[in-house]
């Protein structure tokens, strides 16, 4: 019975570990790059948004609107 009882408390120790590992390497690191893409992909969204804005304004100035009698 004593063997049982050193695995669950080794198992136990080495989950602990296993976490602490996660939330202090993994964690942080996993955060640093996820705000580092998100801020890639906002800059991207903004020059995408920027070329449709300019392909708009350069088509409503070739096709001005007709004016309604």
Known sequence: MDKFEEIGHR???ELTR???F???EV???TERRTAQFLRE???KLTEA???LESRSAA???QN???PRP
């Open 11 to 13: 198992l136990d120790e």
């Open 59 to 61: 088509r409503s100035a």
């Open 41 to 43: 992909v906002s800059q």
């Open 27 to 29: 964690a942080p690191e």
């Open 22 to 24: 996660v939330e202090e």
């Open 49 to 51: 948004a920027a070329r």
């Open 64 to 66: 001005p609107p007709n």
């Open 18 to 20: 296993l976490r602490r």
